[in-house]
């Protein structure tokens, strides 16, 4: 049981480039989310998921698209990266009132 | 819409001694979750403690505990026995479990904890 992953640990992009952070639970878990976290901040829900199919912007979703087509994974996608989109991304999902996070993803956009 | 505050950007506790970190919200809802959520170095997310609206009862997970105080909208962690280990960003947070934010995690900006040995 891996529980909540995300690839790649790492990204460097330049202004305008695209890209898709993976994120993946083995635990079945109906809800999903993706948040972002700015140095020294809390987390911020970009978007989160209900289920396979139903998606639904948080507070920060301008930037970023997301898909939900199975129960397992919910990628992020960033279309034109800009400097303002470096931060660390969490992905997490939850059964009932607690939520699993993975490992995130470091953002950098130069 | 909820909001979490920690006021304690940073803290610092003797290693074996106690330490609390503060943690208010602001919400018009009467069910909701609360926790704390520690962030060590690595960055991983890890759930310490958390508290139903609906319990009095202050939930304890080995040397943590909390001070839920509804009225005062007040959730407060409490650390006995301080390890090195414990040193991190720890973030308070709130959660609907009702209505259209059922589901999603309110933060607070965090409290970085420093234990000296």
């Known amino acids: 049981n891996a529980g909540v992953t995300q690839t790649p640990k790492f990204r460097i992009l330049k202004i305008g480039q695209s890209m898709t952070l993976q994120c993946a639970q083995d635990?079945?878990?109906?809800?999903m989310y993706w948040y972002r976290q700015d140095p020294g901040m809390g987390l911020k829900l970009i978007y989160y998921?209900?289920?396979?199919?139903?998606?639904d912007k948080g507070e920060v979703p301008n930037g970023y698209n997301v898909s939900r087509s199975t129960t397992e994974y919910f990628p992020l996608r960033l279309e034109l990266a800009a400097p303002s989109q470096t931060s660390v991304y969490f992905c997490?999902?939850?059964?009932?009132?607690?939520?699993?996070f993975g490992p995130g993803t470091r953002l950098l956009v130069l | 819409a909820q909001t979490v505050t920690q006021s304690q950007p940073e803290m610092s506790v003797q290693e074996a001694e106690t330490v609390t970190l503060s943690c208010t919200y602001d919400?018009?809802?009467?069910?909701?979750?609360l926790f704390w959520y520690k962030q060590p170095p690595s960055r991983q997310m890890i759930l310490v403690i958390r508290?139903?609206?609906?319990?009095?009862q202050n939930a304890t997970e080995n040397r943590f505990s909390v001070n839920f105080q509804k009225a005062a909208k007040s959730f407060s962690l409490k650390i006995s026995d301080s390890q090195l280990g414990d040193a991190a960003m720890y973030f308070c947070?709130?959660?609907?479990?009702?209505?259209?934010?059922?589901?999603?995690?309110?933060f607070g900006q965090g409290t970085i904890l420093t234990v000296h040995p």
């Open positions: 508290q139903e609206a609906y319990k009095q």
């Open positions: 947070a709130y959660r609907s479990a009702r209505g259209t934010s059922y589901g999603k995690l309110t």
């Open positions: 635990m079945n878990h109906n809800y």
């Open positions: 998921s209900v289920g396979a199919g139903i998606t």
């Open positions: 997490a999902s939850s059964f009932e009132e607690t939520q699993y």
């Open positions: 919400t018009s809802e009467s069910d909701y979750y």
